[in-house]
């Protein structure tokens, strides 16, 4: 009797755990294929069209190394992409040590509560939902129309538009970037510290320390995994940032505005297949370096950032 | 308060310009408007429209076409980049099986390995599995476990009991039961506000349906076109101030009703490890 019961429940279990994995595998079917065609297939396929090159009528043959030479080549005595490395980096360098250190004092200052703060997190927030493309129409004609005509206006001075203006563009550029990333900077890095523990900042309160030490030795601390993967990201986005070119500029950016980003959604965007194994190389390239920066990065966060006792 | 001021301006500035005459405009871009004409909205309306090629010949995509084609796209691009990650991540946090783990492991080396460069490769295999220039083709290739909001879900999934599944396998439910009438509406609130954030960026890309789909222009698109339109009337300020409008103010209103929602989501709790 007892052997039949014991029987009937590991028949049961048995049942179970063949139901459950044919429920696992019937949810995971899809994504795991889907991940196996267009993250593994499309990095692998990126891969093999490096090693070849494609003629018209013979179509895609072995070509070696020679995409991979084409490209450092190019890398290094084409003066365009000399200028969109520069450009890329010095983005990544202003938006590291500009956005970041304001959205962090912008966020603590919403976090300690000041006033208007809810309103704040509004006005933030809108950036991040209204299309790029909209923002940056009415930022071109904000700069382009409205500031020299207001520029006029007060000191007679007859001015260019901010974009238009050799001097200016750039920055103009790097302005709207930051700006538009600011706000949902400011809300994430806010977030991170909303789930700081009270207690521990009413006994630093206790113990005299002002807003400045509290930021210091309380909450950078505390909130520092959300820096690390913010820091981290942007090592990511060094290659992958357009500066919003194509929405300002279409394909006819001036050379001298051009990022690695531009350049690859720009070529790629209006690309034959004759030009897919060279643009393929060119982000396998940018790719062995964005990855180890990445980790380098990251460690040395670890490893010389605060620690979180 | 500046930052605020700075957004605050600009967009002001931007609505009360699409309604100004252009010759108001090139007078005085910085004078309230005398008239206020909607007539503008009506030209972007038919500026929108854009010839594109596609299989059948060229064909004149209207503004009313491209509404649907990005309601169809954003909408439909919103409901797989939500479903997938947390239909995965539900099996991967409360099924004990080890092989599991794989997934979250792919997860998160996926999210630290910037890959960059794919797009030449991606169009190619796009195109030879039948998915170019089509909007369901970009369903499919839209319905990925891997990214951020796989975390999201799986975490919202390990705070739910396992003494509720357990429960209803005992009165008898199956699996697919469970999932969906206990487990799924638990989490509604997050797989909502994720599909609404998601829906809202792709009613915005113009970037994806560009490439991959260049004769299913999204709104995005048609103002992308429209923003270097070469045509007198069309190229007029005030007019493409307004195309903006007709892109920006919908979902204006809808964070305007959910913001809450919409920044709740977004703030809670930041980044661990």
């Known amino acids: 009797m007892i052997g039949t019961t014991i029987g009937k429940k590991t028949k049961t279990l048995r049942n179970k755990k063949i139901n459950d994995i044919i429920f696992c595998c019937g949810i995971l079917l899809y994504p795991t294929v889907q991940f196996c065609i267009f993250y593994l297939g499309v990095n692998f396929n990126s891969l093999l069209l490096a090693f070849k090159s494609y003629e018209y009528g013979t179509g895609y ?97 007859v001015v260019p538009g901010l974009l238009t203006a050799v001097k200016t563009r750039k920055s103009a550029l790097i302005f709207f970037t930051l700006w538009v990333n600011f706000g949902i900077t400011v809300l994430i890095y806010s977030g991170a510290m909303s789930g700081i523990n009270e207690s521990v900042v009413e006994y630093a309160k206790i113990d005299g320390a002002n807003s400045f ?88 966060l670890e490893r010389f950032g605060p620690k979180d006792y | 308060m500046l930052y605020t001021i700075s957004l605050i301006i600009p967009l002001a500035w931007g609505m009360l310009s699409s309604v100004k005459d252009s010759w108001e405009f090139d007078d005085s871009s910085i004078a309230f408007p005398k008239i206020i004409l909607f007539e503008n909205y009506k030209v972007a309306i038919q500026a929108f429209s854009t010839k594109v090629d596609s299989l059948t010949g060229p064909k004149t995509i209207s503004f009313f076409q491209m509404i649907t084609n990005t309601l169809l796209y954003a909408f439909g691009s919103a409901f797989m980049v939500t479903l997938i990650p947390c239909l995965t991540s539900y099996i991967v946090a409360k099924f004990k099986f080890r092989v599991l783990r794989i997934y979250y492991i792919i997860v998160v080396v996926t999210m630290a390995l910037p890959i960059v460069g794919n797009l030449p490769s991606s169009l190619q295999i796009a195109k030879l599995l039948g998915l170019y220039d089509n909007i369901w083709g970009l369903w499919l290739m839209k319905g990925y476990f891997i990214g951020m909001y796989f975390l999201v879900f799986y975490a919202s999934f390990k705070t739910i009991p396992d003494s509720f599944s357990e429960a209803a396998q005992i009165d008898g439910a199956s699996n697919f039961a469970i999932l969906t009438r206990i487990i799924l509406p638990l989490i509604k609130t997050t797989f909502s506000t994720i599909m609404l954030i998601q829906f809202i960026g792709f009613w915005n890309d113009y970037l994806t349906p560009r490439v991959f789909m260049p004769s299913v222009p999204t709104l995005a698109v048609g103002l992308f076109k429209f923003s270097f339109s070469s045509s007198d009337s069309y190229s007029s300020p005030p007019i493409q101030l307004a195309g903006c409008m007709l892109l920006l103010l919908p979902i204006l209103l809808i964070y305007i009703v959910l913001q809450e929602k919409l920044i709740g989501n977004i703030t809670m709790g930041g980044i661990k490890e």
């Not at chain 1, 890398?75 to 956005?99: C, D, H, Q, R, V």
């Open chain 1, 213 to 300: 030490q509290k930021f210091i030795y309380i909450v950078f601390p505390l909130i520092f995994p959300t820096f690390t993967t913010f820091i981290v990201i942007q090592v990511v986005e060094v290659f992958t940032n357009q500066m919003h070119l194509f929405s300002f500029y279409g394909s006819g950016a001036n050379y001298s505005l051009y990022t690695i980003g531009y350049f690859l959604y720009k070529r790629t965007s209006e690309a034959a297949i004759i030009e897919y194994p060279y643009l393929a190389t060119m982000g396998i390239l940018f790719s062995f370096i964005s990855i180890p920066a990445t980790f380098i990065v990251k460690n040395l």
């Open chain 1, 61 to 157: 043959t072995w070509s070696g190394f020679a995409n991979f030479k084409a490209v450092i080549f190019d890398i290094f005595n084409t003066e365009l992409l000399k200028i969109s490395f520069k450009n890329s980096l010095s983005l990544y360098a202003i938006t590291l040590l500009i956005g970041t250190t304001l959205s962090l004092l912008f966020s603590y200052y919403i976090y300690e509560k000041q006033l208007f703060h809810g309103f704040y997190k509004v006005m933030l927030f809108l950036p991040s939902i209204i299309s790029s493309l909209a923002l940056t129409m009415i930022f071109r004609f904000f700069v382009g129309r409205l500031y020299p005509e207001l520029v006029k206006e007060i000191t007679g001075k």
